[in-house]
């Protein structure tokens, strides 16, 4: 019964904003907005003087003629026709709030809303999916064609890797999920094929880590133990099943032969914070047992921390036909995109993308990348 009083009492002051503005002896709507169209005339008037278009006797006989319909509209608006009873509009709208309007409302909650009703099955429900941006729709169909020819030609791990990564791209993962298994199947042991399929899993699974994953991200931290995203993911997977110090070990050995720079230490500390605050284990007391032998380049991954193409990338380039070398250019200008997007303030990776949009022909996206380039620049030499 609570439940009832509160709605109706919800339900009164929702018909006090609606009824109030009816009520009003005022001017129209439609005579505020014709006034203050006059008003703007009469300020553009003495713009266009200042600008030379008009001269001041031009400019004075308009000023005239616009206040004489300015003070006709404000004298309707304050006459009797302003200020009279109501009309039959005005009676009609008032009955339609006042009676009709709660009864329906309370009618159509009495049908689809009654907390004793069971919720409505995701599958029954009438929600059209989002519509895709135009240049995800151009990469949607360029991962269409590169699936159909990875059909025809199933041994090319080079194609599946493409097909994978451009399926990240747009985030459909269980489809990149299936074309990087593919190519984990063809090579298991190939730089970035393991660990794209663990993590293309992990992503489809809705951030779990499943047994298949595991198995690709061991397969990856056997060979590449100190590759980050291996580095990365295998940390993550610990953290999932409580093996936190073993988790908090991976991640200080991450940190480590990290660059001071890279792009994944945010969310590094994020996890170690994360970690330490659940197993009680400071990481500042945790030495790493790994050392950086040379420069490590990023990971290629999805999300926000998405770099420009790995060298194997441009190798499996060379060896591709025309199409799918253009698929795979829009695919890494895609993701160089949505980096930013997270990271606004990085001066070359903007400076990148402009170049590659310039490559593409899209001169609107060059010059929107090129406006952001001079403000970053501003910035840096006020």
């Known amino acids: 019964m609570s439940l009832w009083i509160a709605a109706g009492f919800l339900s009164v002051i929702a018909l006090l904003a609606l009824?109030?503005?009816?009520l009003r002896r005022g001017a129209s709507a439609s005579d505020d907005h014709e006034a203050a169209v006059y008003e703007d005339q009469i300020a553009e008037i003495g713009r266009d003087v200042e600008r030379g278009l008009l001269s001041e006797t031009e400019a004075e006989a308009l000023r005239k003629e616009i206040t004489r319909r300015l003070e006709k509209v404000r004298g309707e608006a304050s006459g009797p026709q302003g200020a009279g009873a109501f009309g039959n509009a005005e009676i009609a709208a008032l009955i339609i709030v006042m009676i009709f309007l709660p009864a329906g409302a309370f009618g159509l909650y009495g049908y689809l809303g009654s907390p004793d009703k069971p919720d409505l099955p995701m599958s029954a429900r009438n929600i059209a999916p989002p519509e895709q941006a135009p240049q995800n729709q151009e990469l949607a169909k360029l991962a269409e064609n590169l699936a159909a020819k990875m059909a025809q030609n199933p041994e090319r791990l080079e194609g599946w890797m493409l097909l994978g990564r451009t399926y990240m791209t747009l985030q459909d993962y269980p489809k990149a999920?299936?074309?990087?298994?593919r190519a984990f199947g063809l090579?298991?042991?190939?730089?970035?094929v393991g660990v794209s399929f663990a993590e293309a899993l992990y992503m489809a699974s809705g951030g779990r880590f499943t047994a298949e994953a595991d198995t690709a991200l061991s397969t990856s931290a056997r060979v590449f133990p100190a590759e980050p995203k291996t580095m990365f993911y295998q940390g993550l997977s610990l953290a999932e099943k409580n093996k936190f110090a073993e988790a908090i070990q991976v991640w200080v050995n991450l940190r480590a032969v990290s660059p001071p720079n890279a792009?994944?230490?945010p969310s590094l500390r994020e996890r170690l914070a994360d970690a330490a605050q659940k197993s009680g284990i400071d990481p500042a007391t945790v030495k790493p047992t790994v050392?950086?032998?040379r420069p490590v380049a990023p990971p290629v991954a999805s999300g926000p921390n998405i770099p420009g193409p790995t060298r194997e990338d441009v190798e499996a380039a060379q060896q591709m036909t025309s199409e799918d070398r253009q698929a795979f250019i829009r695919s890494m200008v895609q993701r160089l995109a949505d980096r930013l997007e997270d990271e606004p303030n990085d001066l070359a990776?903007?400076?990148?993308?402009a170049r590659a949009y310039r490559v593409l022909g899209e001169s609107a996206k060059a010059e929107a990348a090129e406006k952001r380039i001079a403000e970053l620049e501003k910035k840096a030499n006020p």
């Not at 090579?187 to 970035?192: A, I, L």
């Not at 990776?349 to 993308?353: E, N, S």
């Open 291 to 293: 050392t950086p032998a």
């Open 177 to 181: 999920a299936r074309a990087f298994g």
């Open 187 to 192: 090579g298991p042991e190939k730089p970035d």
């Open 263 to 265: 792009p994944w230490l």
């Open 19 to 22: 009824i109030l503005p009816l």
């Open 349 to 353: 990776g903007w400076k990148r993308l």
